[in-house]
């Protein structure tokens, strides 16, 4: 959002300087962007600013988050709104200074809401446009919505309800499913509408609803994905309706009002060939009236809206016929004869008298039906058996409803297609052998009827119940006329649907209601034959309302359309967005007419009715799921004004609409569903991020909730551990991560799966650096975004970094969504000066993962590591197991082999065999253990005897303790230096009696010298108390528990005034100490020539510390069988020994696995969380 201020100057002499410092005082603490040069004031004014004649004018603008809002009152950004909320700034009111910068006055906010106007974005801004065109000189001005409950909402519920089935279906639905199962069908569907229109009012009555209806509801109910699957549901659905109403006024005009225009001629056609040329008149017809109609919308909506009345006025007056008619009945029954041969009800088109002959003044002689029957029309002329067999017999096709011909309509007749329209209670003579000739002359099934058919074409009599919320922003009193208005319609206009289906039953007589287009009474319409004056009454305005509702779908489509596109939640749709200046959808109407086009196509109208019953059903079905949703839930904003609704109602409408969907069609229920999931997922993974305060973010929420205190009752099982990581990366000056590749790899060991948390810690505090960590984590999440890594990022800010990262470890995850596993690369260029305190940082996240149990994995090398879109098309992943870590070294290469990136590879196991192991049965054992693990790998033990310690591996160890002594003399503050000076005087006393030579043979065992006051020079924490032991006799790389150690450390054998003293100052003592008896060169006082005569002593290799020695011997020899079987391994996989247990060989530990890695491209260290994570059992 954006503020402009404009400052004035006054009568006073105030330069264009004090302004801008008053308004710089006025904003203190924020940081405006201010329009002009320099001091901000636009260059005009600047050079004015001594004459005291010309105004200064200083613009502020004030930058905001740049997110898409919802359109709300309480979010003015006019400049008007703008200069007056100002007035009310610091008037008695300093006390909430601050706040007023942000927040709006009390008294602004009720005026803002009190001019507050919601108009409709479609057809009465296209009306307003043309009326802007024609008047573009002047303004006009906007009225405020005037429509109410009866003329809003009411009428146009009942103009959309009632349509084309109503008057060419209906009858034909009685017939079929009989009266008892038409009003099951009709109940049903009235019902599932009712409940729909409970949770819409509810829906609608829970704040200000604009323009949109069942569109806005869902999506701001049930969020983008729903919303924009279900809204173009409800596009299609509307669209087909279009196109169902076109099909319905062609039926019309083609059968019953000009049967001669039809292109291809039925007459003399038979069977397929004339259902052929029926649906070909349809879809010629069709076209013309949908291009006709689409020419209509295109050039004037407000011609379709002024209509309205006209095609309102037709359906209102032609069921009002119908009720006359059927009281007319009662007293006087029309005549409308049927014609039956036996009992089947023949076609009445080509004869004129019910009868096979006729008595004239001159004999007998035979009549029109006799010759459509016979060769000839004399009366020993060869005629049809089944003719001959039968006789003829006329009856009323309307009884009258005191006849009693309900009893006969109340059970369904259910027919194949092809099958003829018989009278049940009539009897006729026929040889069941005898082939059926003359079909055409009986009236004939067109299509094989069954209940679920017949579901699927009312339903669509039955929708319309979304006008009024539609209409919402025309509405005087929205929350108030809609739930009235929509109910109400909804009465009514069940009532009339289920006394239809009765009274059709009671007045007209079976074989009439099962004829669908009226074959046996003159080609009428069968329900315009009921109807008082005329049957043209019920024709006429039939076709003028099925055309008016026909306009009504392609204005409304089109807008949907242009509503979901201009949201935009579906990217691919964003171009329908567009249309003429005045706000016309030309691109959505474009569209929509093709669509309808595609329904005209199939040019049945029983075969589009189910397609477009099933997307108003998953509608009205995802209208009572956000209804139900939101009152479970229980969110704060859920505050209907709608009373009368309950989750136990929206559930039922729910469970109805899903049951009514595959009752119609299953397989079009399917399809329908099918649809709606694919575009929730392009929506899900295309679509643009919005925010709506749905209802599915609030079930993420409680069911998130509810999980994590499921995962709160104890640790997962074994066979449920998959690595939940915490990645730590690094950020540079800009907050770019300087590691892209661990979020690669993170992806090839996820694939998606589990827990990821991608954290980065920041230097400083938090107030300070809160736009750099935002900046830091827009980064992340860019990053996690370009590698496809699914998880959360999280940024720490903390004084330093050690204790930002701690931070992390510690806080990371909720509850039971913990990480298990810390992934993090290893430290570059740790042994030059400047980079210490990167390796102190690495190696105590070592140590803190290993003491919260935590498993740690640290690749080396990880720019070498491949991303993503490379493939390895051979190679091996190689595996050292050297100790037993839980199987995690297993398991990792598993994981990695499940993406596309490693999935060519090969899994190879090496392990080490020592010289009393017995290295076949160890095969032997590994393999049948893989076997078990169900994990394919080559097995291979490599045999390491014992070797002497060369002089190699001596002066390694000798140069690594140097570069240790020198590391830790640079990296000592001047305090240490002076307490180094002391300590090495305190310590000088007992240095004497360790000049004799012997103590290089006897300085592993403490009980061997005389007692005297312990002192922390005597040992390194790392010798063993056990008798001496040759380096020679064991090889290990891990100091694990089966090594003796001293019971006396260094931190019990010190006193408590020495024990007070500085790491640094027992680093020295313990690591530098040699044993000709002479201490180390005080680090405190070293010069530059004391730091020379580090690197210019001669190597003393029995002074050096044996463990050391040992521990590089393993190093050495194992990097050596490493680099001899793995060199060529696309990865290297192997224990990461554990960190010194004080921190005075710090170094030295990041040297022995510098030389355990050396020579190998791409390595990780693996360090088990202390925890099984693979098991053999199912």
């Not at 050039?299 to 016929?321: E, R, T």
């Given at each position: 959002?954006?503020?402009?201020?404009?400052?004035?100057?006054?009568?006073?002499?105030?330069?264009?300087?004090?302004?801008?410092?008053?308004?710089?005082?006025?904003?203190?603490?924020?940081?405006?962007?201010?329009?002009?040069?320099?001091?901000?004031?636009?260059?005009?004014?600047?050079?004015?600013?001594?004459?005291?004649?010309?105004?200064?004018?200083?613009?502020?603008?004030?930058?905001?988050?740049?997110?898409?809002?919802?359109?709300?009152?309480?979010?003015?950004?006019?400049?008007?709104?703008?200069?007056k909320?100002?007035?009310?700034?610091?008037?008695?009111?300093?006390?909430?200074e601050?706040?007023?910068?942000?927040?709006?006055?009390?008294?602004?906010?009720?005026?803002?809401?009190?001019?507050?106007?919601?108009?409709?974005?479609?057809?009465?801004?296209?009306?307003?446009?043309?009326?802007?065109?024609?008047?573009?000189?002047?303004?006009?001005?906007?009225?405020?919505?005037?429509?109410?409950t009866?003329?809003?909402?009411?009428?146009?519920?009942?103009?959309?309800?009632?349509?084309?089935?109503?008057?060419?279906?209906?009858?034909?639905?009685?017939?079929?499913?009989?009266?008892?199962?038409?009003?099951?069908?009709?109940?049903?569907?009235?019902?599932?509408?009712?409940?729909?229109?409970i949770?819409?009012?509810?829906?609608?009555?829970?704040?200000?609803?604009?323009?949109?209806?069942?569109?806005?509801?869902?999506?701001?109910?049930?969020?983008?994905?729903?919303?924009?699957?279900?809204?173009?549901?409800?596009?299609?659905g509307?669209?087909?309706?279009?196109?169902?109403?076109?099909?319905?006024?062609?039926?019309?005009?083609?059968?019953?009002?000009?049967?001669?225009?039809?292109?291809?001629?039925l007459?003399?056609?038979?069977?397929?060939?004339?259902?052929a040329?029926?649906?070909?008149?349809?879809?010629?017809?069709?076209?013309?009236?949908?291009?006709?109609?689409?020419?209509?919308?295109f050039?004037?909506?407000?011609?379709?809206?002024?209509?309205?009345?006209?095609?309102?006025?037709?359906?209102?007056?032609?069921?009002?016929?119908v009720?006359?008619?059927?009281?007319?009945?009662?007293?006087?029954?029309?005549?409308?004869?049927?014609?039956?041969?036996?009992?089947?009800?023949?076609?009445w088109?080509?004869?004129?008298?019910?009868?096979?002959?006729?008595?004239?003044?001159?004999?007998?002689?035979?009549?029109?039906?006799w010759?459509?029957?016979?060769?000839?029309?004399?009366?020993n002329?060869?005629?049809?058996?089944?003719?001959?067999?039968?006789?003829?017999?006329?009856?009323?096709?309307i009884?009258?409803?005191?006849?009693?011909?309900?009893?006969?309509?109340?059970?369904?007749?259910?027919?194949?297609?092809?099958?003829?329209?018989?009278?049940?209670?009539?009897?006729?003579?026929?040889?069941?052998?005898?082939?059926?000739?003359?079909?055409?002359?009986?009236?004939?099934?067109?299509?094989t009827?069954?209940?679920?058919?017949?579901?699927?074409?009312?339903?669509?009599?039955?929708?319309?119940?979304?006008?009024?919320?539609?209409?919402?922003?025309?509405?005087?009193?929205?929350?108030?006329?809609?739930?009235i208005?929509?109910?109400?319609?909804?009465?009514?206009?069940?009532?009339?649907?289920?006394?239809?289906v009765?009274?059709?039953?009671?007045?007209?007589?079976?074989?009439?209601?099962?004829?669908?287009?009226?074959?046996?009474?003159?080609g009428?319409?069968?329900i315009?034959?009921?109807?008082?004056?005329?049957?043209?009454?019920?024709?006429?305005?039939?076709?003028?309302?099925?055309?008016?509702?026909?306009?009504?779908?392609?204005?409304?489509?089109?807008?949907?359309?242009?509503?979901?596109a201009?949201?935009?939640?579906?990217?691919?749709?964003?171009?329908?967005?567009?249309?003429?200046?005045?706000?016309?959808?030309?691109?959505?109407?474009?569209?929509?007419?093709?669509?309808?086009?595609?329904?005209?196509?199939?040019?049945?109208?029983?075969?589009?009715?189910?397609?477009?019953?099933?997307?108003?059903?998953?509608?009205y079905?995802f209208?009572?799921?956000?209804?139900?949703?939101?009152?479970?839930?229980?969110?704060?904003?859920?505050?209907?004004?709608?009373?009368?609704?309950?989750?136990?109602?929206?559930?039922?409408?729910?469970?109805?609409?899903?049951?009514?969907?595959?009752?119609?069609?299953?397989?079009?229920?399917?399809?329908?569903?099918?649809?709606?999931?694919?575009?929730?997922?392009?929506?899900?993974?295309?679509?643009?991020?919005?925010?709506w305060?749905?209802?599915?973010?609030?079930?993420?929420?409680?069911?998130?909730?509810?999980?994590?205190?499921?995962?709160?009752?104890?640790?997962?099982?074994?066979?449920?551990?998959?690595?939940?990581l915490?990645?730590?990366?690094?950020?540079?000056?800009?907050?770019?991560?300087?590691?892209?590749?661990?979020?690669?790899?993170?992806?090839?060991?996820?694939?998606?799966?589990?827990?990821?948390?991608?954290?980065?810690?920041?230097?400083?505090?938090?107030?300070?650096?809160?736009?750099?960590?935002q900046?830091?984590?827009?980064?992340?999440?860019?990053?996690?975004?370009?590698?496809?890594?699914?998880?959360?990022?999280?940024?720490?800010?903390?004084?330093?970094?050690?204790?930002?990262?701690?931070?992390?470890?510690?806080?990371?995850?909720?509850?039971?969504?913990?990480?298990?596993?810390?992934?993090?690369?290893?430290?570059?260029?740790?042994?030059?000066?400047?980079?210490?305190?990167?390796?102190?940082?690495?190696?105590?996240?070592?140590?803190?993962?290993?003491?919260?149990?935590?498993?740690?994995?640290?690749?080396?090398?990880?720019?070498?590591?491949?991303?993503?879109?490379?493939?390895?098309?051979?190679?091996?992943?190689d595996?050292?197991?050297?100790?037993?870590?839980?199987?995690?070294?297993?398991?990792?290469?598993?994981?990695?082999?499940?993406?596309?990136?490693?999935?060519k590879?090969?899994?190879?196991?090496?392990?080490?065999?020592?010289?009393?192991?017995?290295?076949?049965?160890?095969?032997?054992?590994?393999?049948?253990?893989?076997?078990?693990?169900?994990?394919?790998a080559?097995?291979e033990?490599?045999?390491?005897?014992?070797?002497?310690?060369?002089?190699?591996?001596?002066?390694?160890?000798l140069?690594?303790?140097?570069?240790?002594?020198?590391?830790?003399?640079?990296n000592?503050?001047?305090?240490?230096?002076?307490?180094?000076?002391?300590?090495?005087?305190?310590?000088s006393?007992?240095?004497?009696?360790?000049?004799?030579?012997?103590?290089?043979?006897?300085?592993?065992?403490?009980?061997?010298?005389?007692?005297?006051p312990?002192?922390?020079?005597?040992?390194?924490?790392?010798?063993?108390?056990?008798?001496?032991?040759?380096?020679?006799?064991?090889?290990?790389?891990?100091?694990?528990?089966?090594?003796p150690?001293?019971?006396?450390?260094?931190?019990?054998?010190?006193?408590?005034?020495?024990a007070?003293?500085?790491?640094?100052?027992?680093?020295?003592?313990?690591?530098?100490?040699?044993?000709?008896?002479?201490?180390?060169?005080?680090?405190?006082?070293?010069?530059?020539?004391?730091?020379?005569?580090?690197?210019?002593?001669?190597?003393?290799?029995?002074?050096?510390?044996?463990?050391?020695?040992?521990?590089?011997?393993?190093?050495?020899?194992?990097?050596?069988?490493?680099?001899?079987?793995?060199?060529?391994?696309?990865?290297?996989?192997?224990n990461?020994?554990?960190?010194?247990?004080?921190?005075?060989?710090?170094?030295?530990?990041?040297?022995?696995?510098?030389?355990?890695?050396?020579g190998?491209?791409?390595?990780?260290?693996?360090?088990?969380?202390?925890?099984?994570?693979?098991?053999?059992?199912?």
């Open positions: 959002m954006s503020q402009r201020f404009t400052v004035s100057k006054s009568d006073g002499e105030r330069r264009p300087s004090d302004i801008q410092g008053e308004v710089n005082q006025l904003f203190e603490g924020d940081e405006p962007v201010v329009s002009g040069e320099g001091c901000g004031v636009e260059p005009e004014a600047a050079s004015a600013g001594g004459d005291g004649a010309a105004a200064a004018e200083v613009v502020v603008v004030l930058k905001g988050d740049s997110n898409p809002k919802e359109s709300s009152p309480f979010i003015n950004s006019s400049d008007a709104a703008a200069e909320s100002q007035q009310y700034d610091r008037k008695n009111m300093d006390l909430f601050e706040e007023m910068e942000t927040s709006p006055m009390v008294s602004s906010l009720l005026s803002s809401l009190a001019n507050y106007s919601n108009l409709p974005q479609g057809s009465k801004e296209h009306e307003e446009g043309e009326n802007n065109e024609a008047e573009s000189s002047r303004k006009k001005p906007v009225k405020a919505p005037q429509l109410g009866l003329m809003g909402v009411y009428l146009p519920c009942i103009q959309n309800i009632f349509g084309v089935i109503l008057f060419l279906r209906m009858t034909w639905l009685v017939g079929i499913g009989g009266v008892v199962g038409t009003f099951v069908i009709v109940f049903m569907c009235c019902t599932t509408t009712m409940l729909t229109a949770s819409m009012s509810a829906i609608a009555t829970n704040g200000v609803v604009p323009a949109g209806g069942s569109y806005y509801m869902i999506s701001r109910s049930l969020g983008p994905e729903f919303g924009g699957a279900v809204g173009i549901c409800f596009y299609l509307t669209t087909f309706a279009g196109a169902m109403y076109i099909l319905g006024a062609i039926e019309l005009l083609l059968i019953y009002i000009v049967p001669k225009a039809a292109i291809f001629p007459e003399g056609l038979e069977g397929a060939e004339q259902e040329a029926l649906l070909n008149n349809m879809r010629v017809y069709g076209t013309i009236l949908l291009t006709s109609m689409a020419t209509v919308v050039v004037g909506v407000k011609y379709v809206n002024k209509l309205a009345l006209v095609f309102l006025a037709c359906v209102i007056l032609s069921i009002l016929a009720y006359a008619g059927v009281i007319k009945t009662g007293v006087d029954a029309p005549d409308f004869p049927v014609c039956l041969l036996g009992n089947r009800t023949l076609v088109k080509s004869f004129d008298v019910c009868a096979k002959t006729i008595e004239t003044t001159n004999g007998t002689v035979t009549t029109q039906l010759r459509m029957f016979c060769d000839s029309s004399l009366l002329a060869t005629c049809d058996k089944f003719f001959s067999m039968n006789n003829v017999t006329q009856i009323q096709g009884p009258g409803v005191t006849s009693g011909i309900l009893t006969e309509n109340l059970f369904p007749f259910y027919y194949e297609k092809g099958d003829l329209i018989a009278r049940e209670n009539m009897q006729s003579v026929e040889d069941p052998d005898d082939p059926l000739t003359n079909a055409n002359r009986y009236v004939l099934a067109d299509i009827s069954f209940f679920t058919l017949l579901v699927g074409i009312y339903f669509p009599s039955v929708t319309g119940i979304m006008a009024g919320s539609n209409r919402s922003g025309d509405l005087r009193d929205a929350q108030k006329s809609i739930p208005g929509t109910i109400a319609a909804i009465t009514t206009t069940s009532f009339v649907y289920m006394s239809s009765i009274l059709f039953g009671a007045c007209i007589d079976g074989v009439v209601l099962r004829d669908k287009f009226g074959e046996g009474v003159h009428n319409l069968v315009g034959t009921l109807a008082w004056p005329s049957p043209w009454v019920i024709v006429i305005g039939s076709f003028f309302s099925t055309c008016g509702a026909g306009l009504q779908s392609l204005t409304g489509a089109p807008r949907l359309m242009q509503a979901i201009k949201d935009g939640i579906v990217p691919a749709l964003r171009i329908f967005g567009h249309g003429k200046a005045n706000g016309e959808p030309t691109w959505s109407l474009l569209l929509t007419a093709c669509i309808c086009e595609s329904g005209i196509l199939i040019a049945s109208l029983d075969a589009v009715a189910p397609i477009l019953s099933m997307f108003f059903l998953m509608c079905m209208v009572n799921l956000a209804c139900a949703l939101q009152t479970l839930l229980r969110t704060p904003n859920w505050r209907p004004r709608f009373k009368f609704y309950h989750w136990a109602l929206s559930f039922l409408g729910m469970s109805l609409c899903l049951t009514l969907m595959f009752l119609c069609s299953w397989y079009y229920a399917i399809v329908a569903m099918v649809i709606a999931g694919s575009i929730y997922k392009y929506i899900e993974f295309a679509g643009a991020e919005k925010e305060g749905d209802g599915i973010r609030g079930l993420s929420l409680s069911a998130a909730r509810y999980a994590l205190m499921r995962l709160e009752e104890g640790p997962p099982h074994t066979k449920n551990w998959r690595p939940q915490l990645v730590l990366v690094s950020t540079d000056g800009e907050q770019n991560v300087e590691q892209p590749r661990l979020l690669s790899l993170t992806n090839q060991l996820k694939a998606g799966k589990g827990l990821t948390i991608v954290g980065t810690a920041l230097e400083g505090t938090f107030l300070k650096n809160f736009e750099q960590s900046r830091a984590e827009q980064a992340l999440r860019k990053l996690m975004e370009t590698e496809k890594v699914k998880g959360f990022c999280q940024v720490t800010v903390s004084s330093n970094l050690r204790d930002a990262t701690s931070h992390l470890l510690q806080a990371s995850g909720l509850g039971g969504l913990k990480h298990n596993a810390v992934l993090v690369s290893w430290p570059r260029n740790w042994k030059q000066g400047d980079e210490h305190l990167k390796l102190r940082n690495f190696i105590e996240l070592v140590r803190e993962t290993t003491a919260a149990d935590l498993a740690l994995l640290v690749p080396k090398n990880i720019a070498a590591f491949p991303s993503n879109g490379e493939r390895f098309t051979e190679g091996h992943i595996v050292w197991w050297i100790v037993h870590d839980g199987g995690m070294l297993m398991l990792l290469p598993f994981l990695l082999r499940q993406h596309k990136v490693w999935r590879c090969k899994m190879r196991i090496f392990t080490v065999a020592q010289m009393d192991d017995n290295s076949i049965q160890m095969k032997k054992d590994l393999t049948t253990f893989l076997y078990h693990l169900r994990i394919d080559m097995v033990v490599v045999e390491m005897h014992d070797s002497d310690i060369s002089a190699y591996t001596y002066e390694k160890t140069v690594m303790e140097q570069r240790s002594q020198m590391l830790k003399q640079i000592l503050t001047k305090t240490e230096r002076e307490r180094e000076i002391q300590s090495i005087t305190d310590s006393r007992g240095s004497i009696r360790r000049k004799n030579p012997a103590a290089v043979t006897t300085q592993l065992s403490v009980t061997e010298d005389p007692p005297a312990p002192t922390k020079e005597e040992k390194p924490e790392e010798e063993s108390t056990s008798p001496p032991v040759s380096p020679l006799d064991q090889v290990q790389l891990i100091h694990d528990n089966t090594t150690t001293s019971p006396a450390t260094p931190a019990t054998l010190l006193t408590p005034p020495e007070a003293q500085s790491p640094g100052e027992q680093v020295q003592m313990t690591w530098t100490e040699k044993c000709d008896g002479e201490p180390a060169k005080p680090p405190g006082a070293a010069t530059q020539e004391g730091i020379k005569d580090i690197f210019s002593m001669k190597p003393e290799w029995e002074n050096l510390n044996q463990s050391n020695v040992r521990r590089m011997h393993t190093a050495l020899r194992l990097n050596e069988v490493i680099i001899k079987k793995s060199s060529e391994a696309k990865l290297v996989l192997l990461m020994p554990g960190p010194p247990k004080n921190r005075t060989g710090d170094e030295n530990y990041m040297e022995f696995l510098e030389v355990l890695t050396e190998l491209n791409r390595v990780l260290l693996v360090r088990g969380g202390g925890r099984e994570v693979i098991t053999i059992y199912s």
